[in-house]
């Protein structure tokens, strides 16, 4: 009950001109960055922190908030629409956003990642608003081996991914953990792959190199066919926006999609990014046709953006509760607030009710907000579907080249962009698909740290010796083997 009290008294605070003026720049500052391609969530809130030095605590609570709640959105944008996900976690959006906004579905595919955005954002800050402690206290329960095997599970979605092409889906997948070696080893400390190029040692940059895979690729292959007609001038068919009716039908999906999001948000490390692909692969395995995905379902568009939207919730609670950022965004907030003399973690909850319950009073608001600008601004996106091609592969092209040199001011990460822009065509035009490839570099890094750390603190078994690990492995030893089994015994009645 008080807790109730608490977060009215805040929500009240937040109906006058200033609040929702300063929710609403947020929310616009946020949708932008997360729709431009370099510019992450994390990013985009780090950059607006100055900005916020002059602002009381709550009110730049208010505002970096509702900036990273949007900013998840944002990459959905333009992930559907010429498929260039502005932020990682958009990736599974373009899975099937891309192809329906090619099948002249546009409008449904922005509008079913705007609704399940909203709708993963209000389940992830209820769940942060009533599990926090217990949920928090869970992951903090969580050693490497248990990271390691979370990893695996992960790994496991590749084969519902592979279809009729499992043999170049795990090739495809393990090109993506090798491309992870590539570095300074983060245990030993020493080079691994670098030739002597210092530009190596820290790997590949992630952003740069997944605009060359996902966006620079898809401009390839589209100039060698040489069809420069827009995808389709019908603007009804493009302007089509779902009706209720319409979403109650993917309201499990969406569910679904916003717990699975919450929990895996939870743990620290594990992010937006790992969320949307387990949540995708969850989706495919509960349809009817899971053949259809990748083709332009809108479940695979729900099962993504919601799990993206609820992270941010997740994330949020071992910020607050333990002072353990859940992504780097939370990170950033958590930066902000210590600038601020909060330091989040069990007393803040204690010294400070009062920013507590602001915060959740302004997720909560903040997705409001975000659904009437999504609506608003629906128009315009769908827009971008009706350009003819000769004008939007240079202007895909000079994004991806202006996206990539943003994140580190280098022309490196510009040559990146290039080098696995021509891989991600070369790959497509062989038939290898690149969401297994992703998966392996967003997965790498995490499995290979977490498994050397397990066997230094317990020796070769440690995956084997806690019991969350072994359940986790089991559980990604059957999502493996159950898809590979239900393809042989098609095959048979065939």
Not at 62 to 84: D, Q
Not at 262 to 289: H, L, M, N, W
């Amino acid at each position: 009950m008080q807790d109730l009290i608490g977060l009215l008294k805040a929500a009240g605070s937040l109906m006058s001109l200033q609040p929702l003026f300063v929710l609403s720049m947020g929310t616009v500052l946020g949708i932008l960055a997360g729709a431009m391609p370099g510019v992450s969530p994390s990013m985009g809130v780090a950059l607006m922190v100055p900005f916020t030095y002059a602002m009381n605590p709550s009110m730049a609570l208010v505002f970096l908030s509702a900036m990273y709640l949007a900013a998840n959105y944002g990459g959905s944008i333009t992930a559907v629409t010429i498929n260039t996900p502005g932020t990682p976690s958009a990736v599974v959006t373009a899975f099937d956003g891309y192809p329906m906004a090619k099948k002249g579905r546009a409008g449904e595919a922005l509008g079913v990642s705007l609704v399940a955005s909203v709708v993963g954002g209000v389940v992830g800050i209820i769940v942060l608003i009533l599990f926090s402690g217990p949920l928090a206290r869970l992951a903090l329960k969580f050693w490497p081996a248990e990271y390691f095997s979370l990893a695996v599970l992960g790994l496991s979605t590749i084969a519902s991914m592979g279809g009729q092409n499992a043999m170049k889906c795990a090739i495809s997948a393990v090109l993506g953990l090798l491309i992870c070696t590539i570095g300074m080893d983060s245990i030993l400390g020493v080079s691994r792959f670098t030739f002597g190029n210092v530009n190596l040692f820290d790997g590949f940059e992630f952003i740069p190199m997944l605009i060359g895979l996902l966006a620079l690729s898809e401009v390839f292959t589209e100039v060698e066919k040489f069809n420069f007609a827009a995808e389709s001038v019908a603007g009804s068919a493009k302007a089509k926006w779902p009706s209720l009716g319409y979403y109650w039908k993917l309201r499990m999906s969406m569910l679904r999609a916003s717990l699975i999001g919450t929990i895996v948000g939870i743990f620290p490390g594990a992010g937006a990014t790992i969320a949307t692909f387990i949540s995708y692969d969850v989706e495919k395995r509960v349809s009817r046709t899971p053949e259809e995905f990748g083709e332009g379902m809108p479940e695979g568009v729900a099962a993504a953006e919601g799990a993206n939207s609820a992270s941010v919730g997740g994330a949020l609670v071992p910020m607050l509760t333990l002072g353990i950022p859940g992504s780097a965004t939370a990170a950033v907030l958590m930066g902000a607030l210590m600038i601020h003399n909060l330091q989040p973690g069990p007393e803040l909850f204690v010294k400070s009710p009062e920013i507590v319950y602001t915060l959740f009073a302004s997720l909560l608001i903040a997705n409001i907000v975000l659904l009437i600008l999504g609506l608003a601004g629906s128009r315009l996106w769908i827009n971008v579907t009706r350009v003819r091609k000769e004008i939007l592969f240079p202007l895909i092209f000079a994004f991806a080249m202006i996206g990539s040199y943003a994140v580190n001011s280098s022309m490196w990460d510009v040559m990146v962009c290039l080098g696995f822009g021509i891989l991600g065509y070369i790959l497509k035009r062989y038939g290898y698909p690149l969401p297994p490839l992703v998966l392996g570099v967003v997965l790498g890094e995490m499995a290979e740290v977490n498994l050397r750390r397990a066997v230094m603190m317990a020796g070769p078994t440690a995956i084997f010796q806690r019991p969350g690990s072994v359940a986790l492995l089991v559980i990604a030893a059957l999502s493996f083997a159950i898809p590979m089994l239900q393809a042989r015994k098609a095959k048979q009645r065939a």
